[in-house]
């Protein structure tokens, strides 16, 4: 494989930019934080935001160009978007850009979704061709087209929706279309408009396209339907909600698993073998557990605890898993979880492991204890309700998976 600069020697009129494996990361933990309906969706979102969150970052290092530009801002709902296609639009002051990220190599051709240029309300005045290498951590713009170019020289391929345009035909250098944008006023893309749906026909096609399925619903509809509904805001919440609790009622019907609801515990309800700590303390003599209760837990708003038994073939074989969970002001709860020691032992065993897994299994984070530690815990992270996700204990061959969702609560009332 060519190293960074090599592969700019060949191609110098490309943008290229570097990212580092944490801005990976918490791209990834963002993607995490929105619910998908399968890994495949996950991850074309996980390549849009990774893809966003870099080229955003580009961007605030130019001030030349935030000179002449405002700094853009994607639409509101874009995590959203992605669940039916891939695409990042970027709004500036006089133009709108469309970045059409890709992990495809050597591609010869630039596909762009319909929804992107036949949408009136999404076309762009410009489309950037991006390629992400996840493994050698960098993105390269491969080039650009306006809209009335676009119109011009692409094929149009009915089978996936999408506009083809052969990589030759994009203008490399990118530059020239901020100087265009300085020198030229730009019109609004000339888009056909798309029909009006009356309410109950939006509402049948809307629940016609919720039904279970691991891929986009995009192909499901003719063109001017399924546009139709992505260009008003309020079809476009509702077809994403709607598909969101089919998923959750596919998962509950089809699971052996019990997922617990936590939003019980605010009104001190506790299930599954969970109990406040308070109750937890009056089972056990946990000396380590009670020492840093007071301390490290003291900002949140409700602790359950849980004896977790690993089966180590030791009298005191038992670790006490906590939850702490707090409101937050944006309709998400902090949650903290830590895992100590029972039956009066000062240390947890060591490899004891203690995980946090996405509702597709996916290991999101983790950290394992040594000798002599007498608690370990996870990093503090946040989810917006109705996001499931899971804590899995662990030591040997020994795993025990806890399943939780937190459907809703009132603040005012906690």
């Known amino acids: 494989m060519l190293k960074f600069d090599a592969l700019i020697e060949i191609h110098p009129n490309n943008l290229w930019i570097e990212f580092s494996s944490l801005e990976k990361e918490a791209a990834l933990k963002q993607t995490a934080t929105n619910n998908y309906q399968s890994d495949v969706v996950s991850h074309r979102a996980f390549i849009n935001r990774l893809c966003l969150s870099v080229f955003l970052k580009w961007l605030q290092e130019e001030p030349d ?8 801002a994607p639409s509101s709902d874009i995590d959203k978007r992605w669940q039916f296609v891939n695409g990042i639009d970027l709004n500036f002051t006089q133009a709108r850009l469309v970045l059409v990220p890709t992990e495809e190599s050597d591609c010869d051709e630039f596909r762009i979704p319909q929804e992107w240029v036949d949408i009136p309300n999404w076309a762009a005045n410009y489309y950037l061709a991006v390629q992400l290498n996840l493994e050698q951590s960098w993105l390269k713009v491969s080039g650009f087209i306006s809209h009335e170019q676009l119109r011009q020289k692409a094929q149009y391929d009915s089978i996936d929706r999408t506009y083809c345009i052969n990589c030759d035909d994009l203008i490399a250098d990118i530059n020239i279309m901020w100087v265009a944008q300085k020198l030229c006023t730009l019109k609004k893309p000339q888009v056909q408009f798309l029909p009006t749906l009356l309410e109950s026909e939006a509402k049948q096609l809307i629940e016609q396209l919720s039904q279970i399925s691991f891929y986009s619903p995009r192909l499901h509809l003719r063109f001017a339907q399924w546009g139709a509904i992505l260009a008003s805001e309020k079809y476009r919440e509702a077809l994403y ?7 959750k009622v596919h998962l509950m019907e089809n699971s052996s698993e019990i997922v617990l609801e936590l939003s019980s515990w605010f009104h001190n309800v506790f299930s599954g073998g969970f109990c406040s700590v308070d109750d937890l303390l009056n089972l056990t003599n946990t000396t380590a557990f009670q020492f840093r209760s007071d301390s490290v837990l003291n900002e949140v708003c409700v602790k359950g605890a849980k004896l977790i038994d690993l089966g180590m073939q030791l009298e005191s ?3 006490a ?8 002001i944006d309709n998400k709860v902090g949650i903290r979880v830590q895992l100590y020691p029972a039956s009066g032992e000062v240390y947890l065993p060591d490899s004891v492991q203690l995980t946090l897994l996405s509702e597709s299994g996916a290991t999101l984070q983790s950290v394992k204890s040594r000798s002599y530690d007498n608690y370990i815990q996870l990093k503090r992270f946040k989810l917006p309700l109705g996001k499931y996700f899971s804590i899995q204990v662990a030591r040997k061959d020994v795993k025990i998976k806890e399943n939780f969702i ?9």
């Open 65 to 72: 160009l935030l000179e002449k530009f405002s700094m853009p």
């Open 241 to 247: 909600n709607h598909r969101i609790n089919h998923l």
């Open 317 to 319: 074989n038992s670790v």
């Open 321 to 328: 898993l906590l939850i702490g969970l707090s409101p937050q």
């Open 406 to 414: 937190l459907e809703g609560f009132s603040p005012s009332k906690i």
